[in-house]
């Protein structure tokens, strides 16, 4: 076996060739990081190569749907609340700090308006003179959106308490049910998302989904009563439309077909991919309904396993076909 000589260059800024004080070994330190810079991009612009620019913190995005979380819902999601503190008090700080967080995270992804990928597909790159104002006004306007979201998540918590017979307590969906944390990250994250704000709801949602085994695209449209049993595995895509008083168990996928695409042969992505739910429809464990196109009426019921790709009118019970079962004893 042949053993690889790596290029023994000097560091330039230590001159030194065994080992550099500012870099590490210079035989091979100096050479991945002169190789690595070759790769990175100067356009300063959302591309792979890019390196450096500002974005928004993980962290700190977290920390205010955090915050959030705790508006919605004092001592029952997140952040403990002392028996003998004031609740009133503990909205008022955690709302503040919620308000900050956001405001600046909405400033760094902001730019992503005129310099993403997306917008410089749609030549919308005429950068906004005046984003640190857009900035805050996002801001105000998404903690403004805050009592119709709980107004929301409450009609959200009855509907798994009358939908679960196992669930005995209110506390008990609030403090432990993936579902409803599952929706309650969607809906704040659907509120930026409708604000037109960049980066931010995606980054929401895809913490619920690593928490929770629930992919819920920030774009889908809920209504209220909204209840996902067990919830493990459920996908729904960006384009859903869901109504009022919908239930779904574990393993539903609400998805799109193949993507149509453009002369270019790239997907085609401002158009309705994802079915719509009429209200009062259940939906029943690892049922696949694609297309956006397909509607399922209003009252209808889907069963186990169904892969279905054309509506079905209101009040109606999708199922499998026929399909053979065989018992045998194990002896036999």
Avoid at 38 to 65: N, Y
Avoid at 151 to 166: F, I, R, S
Avoid at 238 to 254: M, N, P
Avoid at 299 to 322: C, E, F, H, R, Y
């Amino acid at each position: 076996m042949v053993q690889e000589r790596y290029p023994l260059e000097r560091c330039e800024q230590c001159d030194a060739r065994d080992l550099c004080s500012c870099r590490g070994p210079a035989q091979l330190s100096c050479y991945v990081v002169d190789q690595l810079f070759q790769s990175f991009g100067e356009d300063g612009i959302d591309t792979p190569e890019e390196v450096g620019t500002p974005v928004p913190s993980p962290g700190r995005v977290l920390e205010a749907l955090f915050c959030v979380m705790d508006v919605l819902f004092p001592g029952r999601m997140h952040t403990e609340l002392d028996v003998d503190s004031s609740t009133e008090a503990f909205i008022e700080e955690r709302l503040a700090r919620a308000f900050r967080l956001i405001g600046r995270e909405i400033g760094r992804a902001l730019p992503f308006r005129w310099t993403g990928a997306y917008a410089r597909a749609k030549s919308e790159t005429d950068a906004d003179a005046n984003a640190t104002e857009t900035a805050a006004l996002l801001a105000s306007r998404f903690i403004a959106e805050i009592p119709r979201i709980r107004e929301l998540l409450v009609a959200d918590v009855q509907a798994a308490y009358y939908g679960d017979p196992a669930a005995h307590t209110y506390a008990e969906i609030m403090l432990s049910y993936p579902g409803l944390q599952a929706i309650t990250v969607q809906r704040v994250a659907h509120v930026l998302y409708e604000l037109d704000v960049p980066l931010i709801p995606r980054m929401m949602s895809e913490w619920a989904h690593t928490t929770t085994g629930i992919d819920i695209h920030p774009g889908a449209k809920i209504g209220r009563s909204f209840f996902i049993d067990h919830g493990t595995g459920v996908v729904i895509g960006e384009t859903c439309e869901i109504g009022d008083s919908v239930k779904l168990y574990q393993g539903v996928t609400l998805g799109a077909l193949s993507f149509p695409l453009d002369e270019d042969g790239n997907p085609i992505k401002d158009i309705k991919r994802h079915p719509t739910l009429e209200d009062d429809v259940v939906v029943y464990a690892n049922a696949t309904i694609l297309g956006g196109d397909t509607v399922i009426g209003r009252g209808s019921v889907i069963g186990s396993n169904v892969w279905l790709i054309k509506s079905a009118p209101p009040g109606s019970t999708v199922t499998q076909g026929d399909v053979e079962v065989k018992v045998k004893r194990n002896n036999d």
